[in-house]
T-cell receptor, first 111, second 113 residues
């Protein structure tokens, strides 16, 4: 059973701070790693993906992957109230790329 | 370009009733998926279709059937609805090339009484 674990939160950070979201996975053969943002009552939308060890930056978002330790993280710099949402980590392996989702971490950015 | 569309948006059923959830995508994607999401849970895969003409079971297929009608459409059928199937259902598609990003539809909120 492939497992993807996330702290459910809520993670509360002040506006302008760095929010750090973490995810661990069980399948060492995992190859693709995704972060989705889901606002309440809405569908998930992809914000970051990463395939290789190290950091990947896109605007205020940075994804970090450490395959040896089997974790992937998402950093959000200069957090804004509009970043308040649930963040889902998804991990996929094999040629079919069927992702397994974590339960999500709720992020609250307060003014 | 509407992306992934789902109908209906909301539905209330009585135990034992049947219904079909419709999903369509206009992005010429090969793969399509059906997920359910329950409070505090992540997305759990019900069925998927890697390409037109193929379907496979996911993590939680019991009580559901699917049809990949053509490349655009992938429907999910509940033959005899149960209260345990109360959930939000999301359809998603993926091109099969490039980033492997899944695009999600707006969801169907289903309540089974």
């Amino acid at each position: 059973q492939k497992e993807v674990e996330q702290n459910s939160g809520p993670l509360s950070v002040p506006e302008g701070a760095i929010a750090s979201l973490n995810c661990t996975y069980s399948d060492r053969g995992s190859q693709s790693f995704f972060w989705y943002r889901q606002y309440s009552g809405k569908s998930p939308e992809l914000i970051m993906f990463i395939y290789s060890n190290g950091d990947k930056e896109d605007g205020r978002f940075t994804a970090q992957l450490n395959k040896a330790s089997q974790y992937v993280s998402l950093l959000i710099r200069d957090s804004q109230p509009s970043d308040s949402a649930t963040y889902l980590c998804a991990v996929a392996s094999g040629g079919s790329y069927i992702p397994t989702f974590g339960r999500g971490t709720s992020l609250i950015v307060h003014p | 370009n509407a992306g992934v569309t789902q109908t209906p948006k909301f539905q209330v059923l009585k135990t034992g009733q049947s219904m079909t959830l419709q999903c369509a995508q206009d992005m010429n994607h090969n793969s399509m998926y059906w997920y359910r999401q329950d409070p505090g849970m992540g997305l759990r895969l019900i069925y998927y279709s890697a390409s037109e003409g193929t379907t496979d079971k996911g993590e939680v297929p019991n009580g559901y059937n699917v049809s990949r009608l053509n490349k655009r459409e992938f429907s999910l059928r509940l033959e005899s609805a149960a209260p345990s199937q109360t959930s939000v259902y999301f359809c998603a598609s993926k091109s099969g090339l490039g980033t492997n990003e899944q695009f999600f539809g707006p969801g169907t909120r289903l309540t089974v009484l």
